[in-house]
């Protein structure tokens, strides 16, 4: 083991990680810099979540030492340092809790895992975990075993939503909440990394910064970055036992949320094949695909309205909407902290 005493540890941590955008808000009373494993969790404006994503962290079964990565994305208000910095130094976890500055959901992705990184040399593997996410009792063990077993490159597991208004169960199979596979086994690429492992040789082969910055406030830096893992060639590999859940508050059930929503993974979808697109010709064809997608949305949507609630059967039309708007440059922005509602 390599230990960092606490007294030393926030010089120490930031003469390694040499950001000026981002500070230690909080470190546990030793670090131990030959860990394996860590956990990043981005953090803003959930405090109260927080408590219960760290407790679920901390009731791990694993035999496995890890060390724990969280990034306050609030460098304002700080709602989620204090949080971070009780499980740190009553020794519940051990890590650390920094600050960055630079707001937005790929920023604050990247520091985690940029830290996590840096500070823990010996670490091979990096999990993550929402903010508004708690994890089950074998969770880490799962993916650490699973990426072990098949040597994959990115593993992904479900996140299965925990409806605050418990009238409309039927919400868990919207496309916006259901997970992208029901089984476990490899899997073409995985698309969000709310519940995901990166190894080291997967960042090290795509470079820095892993999450472009150009899905900074729009989202969709996740699927960007797994597209650009598949098209590495890299391999993806699905635990479906590797359960977390998250919980979904009520204002997030509305119409009004699921639509915007469908709109956003329009936007995203757009902006990650527009940008995977290699010349001209392939964007100008991503481009009339899009709005050729408009028209055949409405088709689908009257398919599944014999099958299936309005609210699903309009979520193709929105996917759609959004798309089309992306590729005139008309894009929502729901990680700008002014318009984050945790």
């Not at 394996?36 to 969790?41: A, F, P, S």
Request: glycine share 6%; with cysteine; aromatic share 8%.
């Amino acid at each position: 083991m390599t230990l960092i005493p606490t007294d030393l540890s926030a010089s120490r941590i930031m003469d390694i990680v040499r950001d000026p955008n981002r500070e230690v808000a909080a470190s546990s009373r030793v670090l131990d810099l030959s860990v394996g494993i860590v956990v990043c969790i981005p953090c803003f404006r959930r405090p109260q979540h927080l408590r219960l994503t760290l407790e679920s962290v901390v009731n791990q079964r694993t035999s496995r030492s890890f060390a724990v990565v969280m990034v306050e994305n609030d460098g304002a208000r700080r709602e989620s340092a204090p949080v971070a910095t009780e499980f740190l130094v009553s020794g519940k976890l051990q890590g650390i809790c920094i600050v960055e500055k630079r707001q937005g959901n790929c920023q604050a992705i990247n520091a985690a895992f940029e830290t996590a990184q840096t500070l823990f040399p010996a670490a091979t593997r990096f999990l993550m975990i929402d903010d508004d996410e708690i994890a089950s009792p074998d969770w880490l063990e799962l993916m650490v075993r699973t990426a072990e077993a098949t040597g994959a490159d990115v593993v992904g597991g479900p996140v299965l939503p925990i409806f605050d208004d418990d009238s409309k169960p039927w919400l868990a199979r919207h496309p916006a909440f259901c997970p992208a596979y029901d089984y476990t086994g490899a899997v073409p690429m995985i698309y969000g990394c709310g519940n995901c492992l990166i190894t080291r040789a997967a960042f090290d082969r795509l470079g820095t910064p892993a999450f472009d910055l150009r899905f900074n406030f729009l989202g969709g830096g996740d699927t960007d970055f797994f597209l650009r893992c598949r098209d590495a060639g890299m391999t993806s590999h699905w635990t479906a036992e590797a359960v977390i859940t998250e919980t979904v508050p009520e204002s997030r059930t509305s119409l009004g949320w699921i639509a915007r929503r469908g709109l956003r993974i329009g936007a995203t979808n757009f902006r990650v094949q527009y940008k995977a697109a290699q010349n001209g010709a392939s964007r100008a064809r991503v481009f009339a695909q899009t709005l050729g997608r408009l028209p055949l949305s409405l088709v689908r949507a009257a398919r599944l309205l014999t099958t299936s609630k309005a609210v699903v059967a309009m979520h193709p039309v929105m996917v759609a909407l959004g798309a089309a708007l992306a590729a005139f440059g008309l894009e929502p922005k729901p990680y700008e902290a002014s318009k984050i509602v945790s």
